[in-house]
């Protein structure tokens, strides 16, 4: 069986790639960017937006299980809203056009926790959505067009919501260009004695930072491992990926007991009070349940990448 992973050069895809590569499957890779260091294997430099060079590269791949990963989703870049709306929704729409006339078993989409209502509850997939952001708003319109364009096909539909995937499986895991994901900011600043950067102190919450459901990337890989072994019932499912629990930006700071000195910013436009998912859907679908995810586990594997990288001689660049 063969597996494309577009955005596969990416976090996710990066780790997903090798993490896959372990299993029997034939996997391949799918970015505009080849430059991450840490994945061996087969991958084609495309950029997503141009249809003719991606179908050429799909077709041939052929693949039986499709994961789209790649797009924009750095939410401090919110305000250019055509790069979301080009790399989100125009990229997506493309896909659909191809996989269509392919004979693709299974299509799994990553999607977001931004999709859904503020609200302080623990979210179901059954909520309701309304974005805040563009990063929210495409990804919600993205979904919307995979229900209505693999409608009526033997295509499986998957969405898989994530809330805030991190950590890494060792040997590979984040290296934005620049770093902007709280848990590594917090390693990397904490080893370097800098300071750290927090958006907002004014959010509805007992410490008043913002409070998020983080989820290990090791569960997230074996979420998309149990989806592809099983055959699902209905033809489009939704999924959410979180832990069940939730920790405040200062929760995680004082992991490192207090050390880290702290500089407040104004919190960004679109960041929620809080986000907390209900996964136990994902349970009953494909039978996934977290099992790394402690705050414990995800620390002590974001502090063996960080050494990792240093060993390697490579520093991250942090936006901030």
Not at 127 to 140: A, C, E, R, V
Request: aromatic residues 12%.
């Amino acid at each position: 069986m063969k597996i494309l992973i577009t955005g596969s050069n990416g976090y996710i895809g990066s780790c997903l790639y090798n993490f896959l590569k372990k299993s029997r499957y034939k996997v391949f890779g799918l970015d505009k960017r080849i430059t991450n260091k840490f994945i061996i294997g087969k991958q084609f430099k495309c950029n997503l937006l141009d249809i003719n060079k991606s179908k050429k590269i799909i077709q041939k791949i052929n693949p039986d299980i499709f994961i789209h990963l790649a797009g924009e989703s750095t939410i401090d870049n919110i305000s250019n809203k055509k790069e979301y709306i080009d790399n989100n929704v125009t990229v997506t729409k493309n896909l659909i056009e191809i996989c269509k006339n392919l004979k693709i078993k299974k299509f799994i989409f990553s999607s977001t926790a931004a999709v859904y209502k503020q609200t302080n509850l623990r979210i179901k997939e059954n909520f309701k959505t309304k974005p805040s952001n563009i990063y929210g708003k495409t990804k919600l319109k993205c979904e919307k067009d995979l229900i209505t364009g693999f409608n009526k096909t033997n295509i499986d539909l998957v969405i898989f919501r994530f809330f805030n995937v991190c950590s890494s499986l060792y040997n590979v895991g984040e290296n934005h260009e620049p770093e902007t994901h709280l848990v590594p900011l917090i390693v990397q600043k904490y080893f370097e004695k800098k300071k750290l950067k927090i958006y907002g102190k004014n959010f509805r919450t007992k410490d008043k930072t913002c409070i998020r459901d983080y989820i290990h990337i090791r569960d997230i890989c074996s979420a998309f491992l149990k989806c592809i072994n099983i055959k699902l019932k209905d033809n489009s499912t939704i999924l959410n990926l979180g832990s069940n629990k939730g920790y405040s930006v200062l929760e995680l700071v004082n992991f490192f007991k207090k050390k880290i000195e702290l500089e407040f910013s104004n919190k960004r436009v679109g960041d929620l009070d809080k986000l907390v998912c209900v996964a136990h859907k994902a349970k009953k679908t494909i039978g996934w349940s977290t099992k790394y995810s402690s705050i414990s586990n995800i620390f002590n594997d974001e502090i063996t990448w960080f050494k990792f990288l240093k060993k390697k001689k490579l520093k991250r660049i942090t936006l901030y």
